[in-house]
């Protein structure tokens, strides 16, 4: 399975979740189309999956080296936890926005496609490789989609009925994935060790993840100690989204980050 393959795949599974999303919204009911919406995104959910798969195997390697195979992941993980939390909580709006950002960097990797290099540098050559950017994909997906959240829920503070269930999706997602973004960080310094030496030498990477890991954790004592308010913490979400997205790529373009141990290619 090379890249050239993607838009095939990328193509099929965008048309599986949208007409999954379009059939949940329809009006009225029924055991049938519910089955019929339930197998779109799970086909949907399970052919990006089998490129993934088929990718990695073709490459001999996980692909998680370059922003655009990372943005498979992201993809991939947003459609799962959206589908998962329509399953649990029944929110065809939150489904929707999720499968709406999987659409979003489809295209992007659709646009922008990739040259891979089935090789590895020395550096990535460890264990650690696969479990240390997983969990941090995870978690950066689980925050996206609380981020989904804050924005659904900022919209219905200023202009709607606030829903006090938005404030428990969005809490619940947001211990999940800082307990991701925990054990990468975790998994990172051991890595580091046996690559370079130290657990941590405040390579840009490292501390923007680590202030990332500040923000989410602010939120976290914000909400405990201010369980009663709701627009700050979404705000909170939001500004915390942010230095995610500036610890996941908006650093590579740092002058600083040009002697980064981060930087492979």
Not at 40 to 45: A, M, S, V
Not at 130 to 149: Q, R
Not at 176 to 186: D, E, K, W
Request: glycine share 8%; net charge positive.
């Amino acid at each position: 399975m090379e890249w050239t393959n993607f838009p095939f795949f990328g193509i099929l599974s965008s048309i599986l979740w949208i007409s999954g999303v379009i059939i949940i919204w329809l009006p009225g009911g029924g055991r049938i189309r519910k089955t019929f919406f339930h197998l779109l995104i799970i086909t949907g959910i399970a052919v990006f999956g089998f490129f993934l798969v088929a990718l990695w195997i073709n490459l001999g390697r996980a692909p998680m080296r370059t922003l655009g195979e990372t943005r498979l992941w992201y993809a991939f993980f947003l459609s799962f936890i959206g589908y998962i939390a329509y399953v649990r909580w029944r929110y065809k709006w939150f489904l929707s926005y999720s499968i709406l950002m999987s659409l979003v960097f489809s295209l992007i990797n659709l646009i922008y496609p990739e040259n891979f290099s089935k090789t590895l540098v020395p550096a990535l050559q460890s264990p650690w490789f696969v479990p240390h950017v997983i969990v941090y994909i995870f978690g950066y997906a689980l925050l996206g989609a609380a981020t989904i959240v804050a924005l659904k829920g900022l919209y219905l503070d200023y202009f709607h009925t606030f829903r006090k269930s938005i404030m428990n999706l969005s809490d619940n997602l947001v211990y999940l994935g800082f307990a991701f973004l925990t054990l990468g960080l975790l998994f990172g310094a051991i890595w580091a060790k046996e690559a370079w030496g130290h657990y941590w030498t405040w390579d840009p990477k490292e501390t923007w993840a680590f202030v990332t890991w500040l923000a989410y954790l602010l939120y976290i004592h914000y909400r405990h100690f201010h369980p009663a308010k709701v627009r700050t913490p979404l705000w909170m979400l939001g500004c915390a989204f942010i230095i995610l997205l500036v610890a996941w790529f908006g650093v590579n373009y740092l002058p600083a980050a040009s002697d980064s141990i981060h930087v492979y290619s």
